[in-house]
């Protein structure tokens, strides 16, 4: 089993920065992606980007290239998101996922942390 925390949300204002923490702990994989997801009120969950680990490629949605970047230390499990020039759009509970890359399935979800910007 594989335990999945997030941290570091908050209250912004817009243009502003946050950075989201994520750890995972527990069962191993030999590889394995993590990824970032946001879910606004009233709207379906997002992907807002990932990381492979094995060679360390990331992909981001459109609403978040330019803006947002994915890093981390796969051997610790240990995931960022730094998010820069926010939107109120941005306000979501943002959620850490862990996915064997055998699978590409993301089976392993943290309870989310909030992220807020204020117009």
């Known amino acids: 089993q594989v335990q999945v925390a997030e941290s570091g949300g908050g209250l912004v204002q817009a243009g502003g920065s946050l950075r989201l923490s994520c750890a995972a702990s527990g069962r191993t994989f030999n590889h394995y992606i993590m990824g970032w997801f946001r879910q606004a009120p009233g709207k379906e969950r997002e992907e807002v980007g990932h990381i492979v680990w094995h060679n360390n490629s990331t992909w981001y949605s459109d609403s978040a290239k330019g803006r947002f970047t994915i890093s981390g230390d796969s051997a610790k499990k240990t995931l960022y998101l730094q998010m820069s020039s926010l939107k109120p759009e941005d306000t979501a509970a943002y959620f850490c996922?862990?996915?064997?890359?055998?699978?590409?399935?993301?089976?392993?979800w943290g309870q989310g942390t909030q992220g807020t910007v204020s117009s």
């Open positions: 996922a862990v996915a064997p890359l055998e699978s590409r399935t993301y089976e392993y």
